[in-house]
């Protein structure tokens, strides 16, 4: 069988932007590799980190978005004292017996490579991939120190990349005098502002201790998709009218429940007589939402009926909700990380001028997926389509 070529990009990611998943991934293909860790280091010997290891840890998770080949490693953060690359290859190759391993690292960083703790025993684990910008680190010279390196048996493969304009300290500048950066991811900054990092005002601090247990509760694509509708719950609620603050509280709660093993979900409703008839009893995507008021309010201390009200109908809507509740739900169908279905960009057009339109073509779309399969369409739905289309906001 091959050997596993797995790439490790290491880093404060203070934050995490799309210039590193662009490395990442380059190397991913240039280098023909199974996959690429992204190492956050706990504390850096260089510099100062403005976020903690863990809000670092939680946007690179955001960021990856359960990608397969992408895949957040903890080892430095979850280590005591100076986290040395020398101490950690011995660890990742201990986890993956046989596996090739190569070092990702920028023009700048390369040319300090023979500077690092115990240099050689680096370059005698693994192979560099030298991801080279011209506006980073001099051509000439990073290729002459690559040829010094090789001269003395080491591997080093150079990759010439296109220059970004921006960088982790550019966007921590934009965010701190109110501009909007480039090249931040749209989780990632979602969770920076709840949080108020970098210096901004935390705009949820509640959402500190509850994005804490979110990353461990959900899987990260649907970390990152809580974010995801957190933002467009918000933008959606400022557009028509709503509440932006509850709505994006009701985002990143809507699907605290979504990964609780089923008959954890349906003792918890049985015991607190949650509204959940047999079909709901008997199905993880629908009791999820029910389940998830209920956890929300509970264990994330979320007292708000109208924003437990939205979490509790995110998933079938339900006739006579109420407007933020439509945000919530409709937000959960189209956030733009959304995989694409049918009739997506459709609702998404629709969205920006008719709250109710787009929820009742967005359910119509559901319905007509979910019997076209031949699956269970609740009569919840039905109905909220029924009622939907007596709203004169959708028959005028
Ligand atoms: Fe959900
Ligand atoms: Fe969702």
């Known amino acids: 069988m091959a050997k596993q070529c797995i790439g490790i990009l290491g880093g404060t990611f203070d934050p995490v932007h799309c210039g590193h998943l662009q490395i990442a991934r380059f190397a991913l293909s ?32 955001a960021a990856c978005r359960g990608d397969d080949a992408l895949i957040p490693c903890r080892l430095e953060l979850d280590r005591e004292g100076p986290t040395y690359t020398a101490d950690t290859l011995p660890m990742i190759r201990e986890n993956n017996p046989g596996a090739k391993l190569f070092w990702i690292l920028g023009g700048d960083a390369f040319l300090r490579i023979r500077h690092w703790h115990r240099a050689d025993e680096i370059l ?8 080279l910008r011209p506006d980073e680190a001099d051509t000439d010279t ?22 970004l304009p921006f960088s982790s300290g550019s966007i921590r500048s934009a965010l701190t005098e109110g501009r909007n950066p480039e ?5 990632v900054r979602e969770l920076i502002e709840c949080k108020g990092l970098y210096g901004l005002p935390a705009r949820i ?11 461990g509760a959900l899987k990260p694509r649907r970390f990152a998709h809580s974010l995801a509708v957190a933002a467009a719950a918000r933008d959606m609620a400022l557009r028509f009218g709503e509440d ?15 990964n609780i093993p089923l008959p954890e979900m349906q003792r918890i409703a049985r015991e607190n007589r949650l509204d959940a008839d047999d079909d709901f009893l008997a199905s993880s995507s629908l ?23 939205a ?38 057009a629709i969205a920006e001028t008719s709250l109710e339109k787009a929820l009742l073509l967005s359910l119509e779309s559901t319905a007509g997926f979910v019997t076209s399969r031949g699956y269970f369409l609740h009569p919840r739905t039905r109905d909220t389509i029924s009622w939907l289309k007596t709203l004169p906001a959708v028959r005028e």
């Not at 990073?142 to 220059?163: D, F, H, N, Q, T």
């Open 30 to 61: 240039s280098a023909r590799l199974d996959k690429v860790f992204i190492m956050p280091s706990r504390a850096p010997q260089y510099r100062q980190c403005i976020a903690g290891p863990e809000d670092r840890w939680q946007m690179i998770v």
């Open 124 to 131: 005698e684990q693994c192979k560099l991939l030298v991801c």
């Open 142 to 163: 990073v290729a002459a120190e690559a040829e010094r390196l090789r001269e003395s048996g080491y591997r080093v493969k150079i990759l010439p990349m296109e220059s």
């Open 183 to 187: 090249g931040l991811d749209l989780c």
């Open 205 to 215: 601090p509640e959402s500190v201790a509850w994005l804490s247990r979110l990353s």
């Open 244 to 258: 932006p603050l509850k709505a994006e509280k009701a985002g990143l709660l809507h699907d605290c429940a979504k």
């Open 287 to 309: 009791l999820h939402s029910v389940v998830g008021a209920w956890v929300a309010e509970h264990e994330y201390g979320m007292k708000d009926p109208a924003v437990l009200e």
């Open 311 to 348: 979490i509790r109908y995110h998933n079938t809507g339900c006739a006579g909700m109420s407007r933020l509740a439509m945000c919530v739900c409709l937000s959960d169908s189209i956030e733009p990380t959304r995989t694409v279905y049918p009739r997506l960009e459709e609702i998404r």
